[in-house]
């Protein structure tokens, strides 16, 4: 998802490199059924912008899960949660 994320950025002139673009990542594992499984993965993002390129960043990460394949291969079967900590230097 960071590969994703990293490409939309790249498409708006924003660089992901090196050390621009990390994210933390957490599952919360339940057991609706009696069977463990993956309710929801909760991403945390860091991204450094160049000053003025905030805008166009905030664009990027509320779309950028449209285009990732994880993100499309598990919606619907896993809630994703998607935040966002955007710096600019």
């Given at each position: 998802?960071?590969?994703t994320?990293?490409?939309a950025l790249e498409a708006?002139?924003?660089?992901?490199s090196p050390d621009k673009v990390n994210a933390k990542v957490q599952g919360t594992i339940e057991a609706p059924e009696g069977v463990?499984?993956?309710t929801k993965i909760s991403c945390e993002y860091n991204v450094?912008?160049?000053?003025g390129k905030?805008?166009?960043a905030e664009r990027a990460l509320?779309?950028?899960d449209r285009?990732?394949?994880v993100a499309q291969t598990l919606k619907g079967a896993i809630e994703f949660e998607h935040n966002w900590n955007i710096e600019e230097y």
């Amino acid at each position: 998802m960071v590969g994703t994320l990293s490409g939309a950025l790249e498409a708006r002139k924003i660089p992901t490199s090196p050390d621009k673009v990390n994210a933390k990542v957490q599952g919360t594992i339940e057991a609706p059924e009696g069977v463990l499984k993956i309710t929801k993965i909760s991403c945390e993002y860091n991204v450094k912008v160049p000053e003025g390129k905030r805008d166009a960043a905030e664009r990027a990460l509320s779309v950028f899960d449209r285009g990732c394949p994880v993100a499309q291969t598990l919606k619907g079967a896993i809630e994703f949660e998607h935040n966002w900590n955007i710096e600019e230097y």
